[in-house]
C-alpha cells in the first residue's frame, strides 16, 4: 500500500525558504502515469495546487505561484520535495503532497494523499 | 478566485438525498474529481472520471457530469457523510490544475 509522508520545519520566517520533503513508501515514485504534487490548505480555506512535477523532472506550477516555486524528485531516494522562496504569512498552511494518476490528458485525479504538515510563517 | 465553483454549504437529513455541485468551463472537456476531508485529515478520493469509485468508498456516493457542471450525489446521506468536498480538474486552458471552493455538507 503505497503511503506519502510529509518532513520539514513546522515554522519559517518571512522572506526565508519554506522547504519541504515528501517520502513516498510502499512504491516508487518511478511510473509513466504518476505526477507527484504539493497542495496546501490554509487555515479555515480551500485547497490550492502548488505544482506537480514526474519523476523524469518534467514540472507544472501554479502560475501564481510560479516565481518562488521550486519542486524536484529525487527516484533514488523515492522523495519530491517543495522549495517555497520569500514567503509572508500568507503561506502558513497545511502543505499536503500527493500522487496524480494521469490517465488520459482529460482524465486524472490524485489518488493518494499524505497526512499534511503544518508549515507556519512567523518571526 | 478558482475556476471552478461550489456552493459553500449544503445540509441534508439524515437517509435523504443530495447533489453537491461544481461549475466551470473546464468540465466541458476535462473530467472532475471529488475529494472528501473531514476536519483535521487529508483529503480522500471518493469519485473520479466522472463517475467512478475507488475501492472502498460506499455506493451512496455517485458522480455525473453534464455541460460545463459536475455533480456528486449522496444517496441516503449518513452521518459520517458530514464532510467538506472539494471538487477538481484542469482549468480552462487545459495546463493547469484548479479545486473548487469546497462545500460544507452538514447532515442533519
Known amino acids: 500500500q503505497l503511503q506519502l509522508q510529509e518532513s520539514g520545519p513546522g515554522l519559517v520566517k518571512p522572506s526565508e525558504t519554506l522547504s519541504l520533503t515528501c517520502t513516498v513508501s510502499?512504491?516508487?515514485?518511478?511510473?509513466?502515469?504518476?505526477?507527484w504534487a504539493w497542495i496546501r490548505q490554509p487555515p479555515g480555506k480551500g485547497l490550492e495546487w502548488i505544482g506537480s512535477?514526474?519523476?523524469?523532472?518534467?514540472?507544472y506550477y501554479n502560475p501564481s505561484l510560479k516565481s518562488r516555486v521550486t519542486i524536484s524528485v529525487d527516484t533514488s531516494k523515492n522523495q519530491f520535495s517543495l522549495r517555497l522562496s520569500s514567503v509572508t504569512a500568507a503561506d502558513t498552511a497545511v502543505y499536503y503532497c500527493?500522487?496524480?494518476?494521469?490517465?488520459?490528458?482529460?482524465?486524472?485525479?490524485?489518488?493518494?494523499w499524505g497526512q499534511g504538515t503544518l508549515v507556519t510563517v512567523s518571526s | 478566485s478558482s475556476e471552478l465553483t461550489q456552493d459553500p454549504a449544503v445540509s441534508v437529513a439524515l437517509g435523504q438525498t443530495v447533489r453537491i455541485t461544481c461549475q466551470g468551463d473546464?468540465?466541458?472537456?476535462?473530467?472532475a474529481s471529488w475529494y472528501q476531508q473531514k476536519p483535521g485529515q487529508a483529503p480522500i478520493l471518493v469519485i473520479y472520471?466522472?463517475?467512478k469509485r475507488p475501492s472502498g468508498i460506499p455506493d451512496r456516493f455517485s458522480g455525473s457530469s453534464s455541460g460545463n457542471t459536475a455533480s456528486l450525489t449522496v444517496t441516503g446521506a449518513q452521518a459520517e457523510d458530514e464532510a467538506e468536498y472539494h471538487c477538481?480538474?484542469?482549468?480552462?486552458?487545459?495546463?493547469?490544475?484548479?479545486f473548487g471552493g469546497g462545500t460544507k455538507l452538514t447532515v442533519l
Open positions: 473546464s468540465l466541458r472537456t476535462y473530467y
Open positions: 472520471a466522472k463517475d
Open positions: 500527493a500522487r496524480r494518476i494521469v490517465v488520459t490528458a482529460t482524465n486524472n485525479y490524485f489518488d493518494i
Open positions: 510502499g512504491g516508487s515514485t518511478i511510473g509513466s502515469s504518476y505526477y
Open positions: 512535477i514526474h519523476y523524469t523532472g518534467s514540472t
Open positions: 477538481n480538474s484542469r482549468d480552462s486552458s487545459g495546463n493547469y490544475l484548479v
